[in-house]
T-cell receptor, first 110, second 118 residues
C-alpha cells in the first residue's frame, strides 16, 4: 500500500544546511511534495517535484528525487531560525489524494 | 492572495456533543478536501468533493461523521456524537482541478480547526 516514511527529528546549527530525507513506496506517484507546518498553523506548500525530474532548486531549497530508490530529500541552505517547523514529505498520483509522512521536526541550534 | 478560510479556529466540546466545522475554498476551486491531523501525525484524507459530489469518503467514519457541499462552494464537516479520540486538527484544502502536463495545480490548505474533546 501507499506509505511515506521520514525521520521524526533533525537538529541543525543556524547557518548550516539542513537535509531532510523521505522514502515512499508507491511507484505510481507522479508528484512529490514538501510542506511546512509551523505551530498551530495549516500546511504551507514549500515545493514539489514531478516524478520525471531528479532535481529542483528554488532559492534556498533544493529537492532531489531518486525514483529508482523511491527517495526524496529537501536541502535548506543557510538554515535560519524561521525555518524551525515540521516538514512533511508527501506524494500523490496526478495531484489527487495526497499521502503524507508523519513529519520531521526541524530544530535550529544557535 | 486568495486563501482557504476555516472556522472556528479552535473548538472545545464535551464527548457526546455535536460539532461542526466550516470551510470556504479559494474562489473557483472545484475540488475540496477535508483532512484530519492527529497530534504527531501527518494529515489523513477524510473526504474529497468534486463540486457538490463526494468522490472519496472511504476513510470517513460514517457512523458519526458527515460532510456536505450543497452548492459546490463552501463545505461543512459535522461530528455527532464527538468522542475523545476525535481530538485533532481538521484541515480543509481546495484545488482548481486543471491538469496540465508538467504543472501541478496543487492543493492549498486552510489554517485548520483544532478540536479538543473533553
Amino acid at each position: 500500500g501507499e506509505d511515506v516514511e521520514q525521520s521524526l527529528f533533525l537538529s541543525v546549527r543556524e547557518g548550516d544546511s539542513s537535509v531532510i530525507n523521505c522514502t515512499y513506496t508507491d511507484s505510481s506517484s507522479t508528484y512529490l511534495y514538501w510542506y511546512k507546518q509551523e505551530p498551530g498553523a495549516g500546511l504551507q506548500l514549500l515545493t514539489y517535484i514531478f516524478s520525471n525530474m531528479d532535481m529542483k532548486q528554488d532559492q534556498r531549497l533544493t529537492v532531489l528525487l531518486n525514483k529508482k530508490d523511491k527517495h526524496l530529500s529537501l536541502r535548506i541552505a543557510d538554515t535560519q531560525t524561521g525555518d524551525s517547523a515540521i516538514y512533511f514529505c508527501a506524494e500523490s498520483i496526478w495531484d489527487d489524494k495526497i499521502i503524507f509522512g508523519k513529519g520531521t521536526r526541524l530544530h535550529i541550534l544557535p | 492572495e486568495a486563501e482557504v478560510a476555516q472556522s472556528p479556529r479552535y473548538k472545545i466540546t464535551e464527548k457526546s456533543q455535536a460539532v461542526a466545522f466550516w470551510c470556504d475554498p479559494i474562489s473557483g476551486h472545484a475540488t475540496l478536501y477535508w483532512y484530519r491531523q492527529i497530534l504527531g501525525q501527518g494529515p489523513e484524507l477524510l473526504v474529497q468533493f468534486q463540486d457538490e459530489s463526494v468522490v472519496d469518503d472511504s476513510q470517513l467514519p460514517k457512523d458519526r461523521f458527515s460532510a456536505e457541499r450543497l452548492k459546490g462552494v463552501d463545505s461543512t464537516l459535522k461530528i455527532q456524537p464527538a468522542e475523545l479520540g476525535d481530538s485533532a486538527m481538521y484541515l480543509c484544502a481546495s484545488r482548481y482541478n486543471m491538469r496540465l502536463a508538467g504543472v501541478s495545480d496543487t492543493q492549498y490548505f486552510g489554517p485548520g480547526t483544532r478540536l479538543t474533546v473533553l
